[in-house]
């Protein structure tokens, strides 16, 4: 970017950051990442399993079709990925869970 960003620039995140807060404050709580890159998003990241995960992709009515699932770190992790537009914002949504191992051993 050749041109500074101001905090300003950064207001619709942190706005759409507000309103989950005030919305959803229920919910469980994300890692949160800003960007001066990506100056209108918002992501959430949830380490603790998929069902925190779940509960957000269902509170911002994100279509279980379009989520994407993958795995990372040799086949360990797995991680499940989402975006929508709110308020203005792009969110996107991340979750990351163990990749369980095989029972019984593997040959």
Not at 50 to 56: D, M, N, T
């Amino acid at each position: 970017m050749s041109e500074l960003l101001t905090l300003d620039g950064l207001a619709v995140p942190l706005r759409v950051l507000r309103l989950l807060a005030a919305d959803f404050g229920h919910l469980p709580a994300p890692d949160v990442d800003l960007t001066r890159i990506y100056p209108d998003r918002l992501t959430l990241r949830f380490h603790a399993g998929l069902h925190a995960f779940e509960a957000w992709r269902e509170a911002l009515a994100v279509p279980p079709e379009t989520v994407t699932h993958g795995v990372q770190g040799d086949g360990t992790t797995r991680v499940l990925k989402a975006a929508t537009d709110y308020a203005g914002a792009e969110v996107h949504l991340y979750g990351y869970a163990d990749v369980p191992a095989m029972l019984g051993g593997a040959a």
